[in-house]
């Protein structure tokens, strides 16, 4: 019904009013699309049934039998939050503006979760440091120290893996006495105080950027110190000035002595980035001192690891005898984690499954397919969303357990909580708005798979879909499962050749086609689109540690002997242009919100090679689907396989190895590369026996590493 032009939402009687509508159906979904499933409910009843553009995409996991049609269909909107509205003679479902702006809220709380965690950690190090007199933890030290030294002597550190286990008593002693020996550091203590009194903003701004910088005299990229921290600022200056044994914070030995009265700068830098599908964090807190000259007198560096917040527990669930049926049915996968050979079927399975997103292949259909086995077992119905992040929990048998048992196992790793209301079974995570966040949107997945089927990846390809995703997508673990032959070169890498190529894809299409066959662009020559995605990778980069040299010639990694002098290659020169190791040297600041004062990227150069060499494809067969797996000969023979599969068959290909590289007004550079391939589609697949014997030579790598078994 319409008021003023509102289109008001459908209660639950006014779909069951319809007569159309109370027709019983039988619905079974394993992991398909809302934008295929509503339509064919719709069929079945005859009445026009669509969703909003924006929820098409949404995968939904669904079960009943000889249900009321309204009853079902009110369930997928409860369910997920949005609303049935009639749309001329059927209806229409829509997530509407309120529950979006609701959805954004939360979700941008569950991206900021982990970042108030490391912001509370720092809190927490800063009372336990109040609560200690100097005395009391000298002592408390004294007593870690001799914790430690008996457990060295009993010869029982426990662990599974010795020492270096996290959970034994020698692993836990260590950190405990490294964390007391933090609390009295001036250093520490005033890098704590930083992320202590971090705004909403600057973490978020973390978030967004992987960093933030605070400076004494900011920059345009940095920004001034937090209010509260002016007096340990004077206190860590002049630890890092004192010559004495207590400098082993300091990251470098190799410092000249220097007094307050010589520092210009005093500089945080905060780096927080992303680790795991469960969104803990690996923390860098970094404090820099620089000279008149713009050298850098000191640094130190103290790293925290921060564990998100856990989701609330199971919630206990009534018994209920329908729960407690025994599942027969033979596992479909076992725990992976277990069984290598389980993995590569897990792997086989979802692999070409992006090529028919909305069919039984997807990549979540085998936790829909055992979702919907434990309700139509128990007889009753079951409704659960269903997000990327699941295909990743941990996979149990069916057999020789209860419904309740399964879907608790199921469940795991905070993933989702289920409860059973009526005739409804109904899972939904608890974290739902980063879940559906993160998910892949299986269109995408589509687009990169029709070129990985036949092992074709272009760069428009890699631009396109570094271009469609958002940065916890590109993060996403399922490109493991879907892209194996290269998930370590785009995504794997971190998010600067993303930026990359989200970068180029701002170019016109002339621009494009002369940057590729070699002409460097600056930034000011590029569309203003792409500033932000110049700056971001200019901003994520370590420029210190990251040089290329002439950006005429590809990148390539330094011969084994020059790895000796690289910690030299940032030292300013003495007055007569050598270097002097017996005189501790100036070490150049190269800190890139110091190198781009202004923070413009305009003067960029950034440019392009690409460098043709010959490949081979392998076809895998894992047993349930035919993996592709794609390697430059020259690469096979030294890169182990990290999944361990088995070729069956090999065409030949051609590998693009595109290398961008960015130079900074001042000469620095820094590289990237992608890698791209093509092959002849009328090529035709060769078993190993075929294959000409330069390329059997070039192979043997693989035969060595399956000990002689496959198919050679």
Same mark, same amino acid.
């Given at each position: 019904m319409m008021i003023a032009g509102i289109v008001l939402g459908l209660q639950l009687g006014e779909l069951s009013s319809d007569a159309r509508l109370q027709k019983p159906i039988d619905i079974r979904a394993e992991a398909e699309s809302v934008g295929a499933l509503?339509?064919?409910?719709?069929?079945?009843?005859?009445?026009?049934?669509?969703?909003?553009?924006?929820?098409?995409?949404?995968?939904?996991?669904?079960?009943?039998?000889?249900?009321?049609?309204?009853?079902?269909?009110?369930?997928i909107a409860s369910h997920f939050g949005w609303e049935w509205q009639k749309s001329g003679e059927g209806y229409k479902l829509v997530q509407t503006e309120k529950a979006k702006k609701e959805e954004q809220a939360k979700l941008d709380e569950q991206l900021t979760a982990p970042y108030k965690q490391f912001q509370k950690t720092c809190k927490s190090a800063l009372d336990d440091a109040a609560a200690f007199s100097d005395e009391t933890l000298a002592k408390e030290i004294q007593n870690v120290q001799a914790q430690l030294e008996a457990l060295s002597k009993s010869g029982t550190a426990g662990g599974v893996h010795g020492a270096d286990d996290l959970d034994s008593p020698v692993w836990k002693a260590q950190q405990r006495l490294t964390y007391l020996r933090t609390l009295n550091n001036p250093i520490a203590t005033l890098t704590r105080k930083v992320v202590a009194e971090m705004s909403p903003t600057d973490l978020r701004f973390v978030r967004d950027h992987e960093r933030i910088v605070f400076s004494t005299l900011p920059t345009a990229w940095?920004?001034?110190?937090? +209010?509260? %921290?002016? =007096?340990?600022? #004077?206190? @860590?200056?002049?630890?890092? *000035?004192?010559?004495?044994?207590?400098?082993?914070?300091?990251?470098?030995?190799?410092?000249?002595?220097?007094?307050?009265?010589?520092v210009k700068t005093v500089r945080v830098e905060i780096s927080a980035k992303r680790s795991g599908a469960d969104r803990s964090l690996n923390c860098e807190r970094r404090f820099v001192l620089t000279a008149q000259d713009g050298s850098v007198l000191a640094e130190s560096s103290d790293y925290d690891y921060v564990s998100a917040p856990a989701s609330p527990p199971q919630a206990d669930v009534p018994n209920d005898d329908r729960l407690t049926k025994q599942i027969d049915q033979s596992a479909f996968i076992a725990p992976f984690r277990d069984d290598p050979k389980k993995m590569? +079927?897990? %792997?086989? =399975?979802?692999? #070409?499954? @992006?090529?028919?997103?909305? *069919?039984?292949?997807?990549?979540?259909?085998?936790?829909?397919?055992?979702?919907?086995?434990?309700?139509?077992?128990?007889d009753v119905a079951l409704i659960a969303d269903c997000y990327d992040a699941y295909v990743i929990s941990n996979y149990y048998p069916l057999s020789k357990r209860t419904a309740k048992e399964n879907l608790d196992l199921v469940g795991g790793r905070n993933l989702f909580r289920w409860n059973l209301s009526g005739d409804w079974i109904q899972l939904r995570s608890p974290i739902w708005q980063l879940r559906r966040y993160e998910t892949v949107p299986r269109e995408v997945l589509r687009k990169f798979n029709d070129g990985e089927s036949f092992a074709t990846v272009s760069l428009g390809t890699l631009i396109d879909v570094s271009t469609a995703l958002n940065d916890a997508q590109v993060w996403s673990p399922i490109w493991v499962f879907v892209c194996p032959s290269w998930w370590q070169n785009l995504f794997g890498s971190g998010l600067r050749p993303v930026y990359v190529l989200r970068a180029v894809a701002q170019m016109s299409a002339i621009q494009r086609t002369e940057f590729i066959r070699g002409r460097p662009f600056y930034g000011r020559e590029l569309p203003p689109t792409a500033a932000p995605f110049l700056n971001e990778v200019v901003y994520r980069t370590k420029w210190g540690n990251g040089f290329v040299g002439s950006m005429d010639s590809p990148v390539a990694e330094p011969a084994e002997k020059e790895y000796v002098n690289r910690e030299w290659n940032g030292l300013v020169p003495n007055a007569d242009g050598t270097y002097s190791s017996s005189d501790i040297p100036k070490w150049k600041d190269f800190e890139i919100t110091q190198l781009l004062p202004e923070g413009s990227t305009a003067g960029v150069l950034l440019s392009c090679k690409a460098i043709e060499v010959p490949g081979v494809i392998a076809r895998l067969n894992t047993g349930y689907q035919k993996v592709m797996r794609v390697s430059s000969l020259a690469n096979s023979e030294r890169s182990p396989d990290p999944l361990g599969l088995n070729p069956n068959f090999f065409k030949p290909c051609t590998i693009e190895s595109v290398f961008f590289t960015m130079r900074l007004p001042s000469s620095e550079a820094r590289g990237f590369?992608?890698?791209?391939?093509?092959?002849?589609?009328?090529?035709?697949?060769h078993s190993h026996s075929d294959l000409p014997q330069e390329t059997l030579d070039s192979l043997s790598f693989w035969k060595k590493r399956l000990g002689g078994g496959g198919s050679f």
């Open positions: 509503i339509p064919s409910i719709g069929k079945q009843l005859n009445v026009a049934l669509d969703p909003s553009a924006s929820i098409k995409g949404d995968l939904i996991i669904l079960y009943a039998k000889q249900k009321p049609a309204y009853q079902i269909l009110q369930k940095q920004r001034p110190f937090p +209010e509260g %921290v002016e =007096s340990q600022i #004077a206190k @860590a200056v002049t630890q890092a *000035s004192q010559q004495s044994e207590d400098r082993r914070a300091l990251s470098f030995e190799r410092l000249r002595t220097f007094t307050p009265d010589d590569l +079927e897990l %792997v086989g =399975s979802t692999a #070409a499954s @992006a090529s028919k997103p909305d *069919s039984k292949e997807d990549l979540l259909h085998l936790f829909g397919e055992k979702l919907t086995a434990i309700a139509e077992a128990a590369n992608v890698e791209t391939s093509r092959v002849d589609p009328a090529a035709t697949w």
